[in-house]
């Protein structure tokens, strides 16, 4: 049904194409960067980035729980542009030709459900139980994970010369 690919644009138009995925995969880089940065990239400091410091002995905590407010903002931000970064990005991934059939709806599709069982479970973590840590870490990892090889194997495609 699709026969249209990737590798068959022309030049202005592939960098076109890899010139967004680059500034995309570097946007995103720049977004683990950040989860690195605030959370140390370890369960304990993404608890107490939602959670709090503990306080001990009227001690100012270094880092105060996530107020309701601020959930809702970055939950709400950070689903809607996630949303339509997976969408974007598998829109241009479904024209390849290196990855096809059930495995391509796959990859396109499974970072809308890593998007909202991360958030799902940041709010899980902040307000139920510490162990949901556990869930935000791997859905995270493996919606970035998708994410990033479908820039990878677009732009493998973008730079592949045509077989016309």
């Known amino acids: ?27 995103i ?8 940065y605030t959370t140390d990239m370890n369960p304990s400091g993404t608890i107490e980035h939602y959670r ?15 107020p309701m407010e601020q959930m809702i903002l970055s939950t709400h931000a950070h689903v809607n542009s996630f949303a339509l970064i997976s969408l974007v990005l598998g829109s241009i991934f479904y024209f390849n030709s290196f990855v096809t059939g ?16 991360t958030f799902s479970s940041l709010w899980l973590l902040r307000y139920v139980n510490d162990q949901f840590v556990y869930l935000v870490i791997i859905s995270s ?3 970035y994970i ?11 495609e973008l730079n ?4 016309k």
Do not use: H, Q, R
């Open 1 to 27: 049904m699709n026969n249209f690919k990737l590798v068959d644009l022309d030049k202005p138009a592939k960098i076109f194409i890899s010139s967004f995925l680059i500034t995309m995969l570097i946007g």
């Open 29 to 36: 880089l720049i977004g683990i960067g950040f989860i690195y």
């Open 52 to 66: 709090g410091s503990e306080v001990l002995d009227d001690e100012i905590p270094e880092e105060f729980p996530k």
């Open 102 to 117: 059930k495995l391509k709806l796959f990859i396109m599709i499974e970072p809308f459900f890593a998007t909202i069982i």
């Open 141 to 143: 990892f493996i919606m």
């Open 146 to 156: 998708f994410w990033i090889s479908m820039i990878l194997i677009s732009l493998y």
């Open 160 to 163: 592949k010369k045509s077989p």
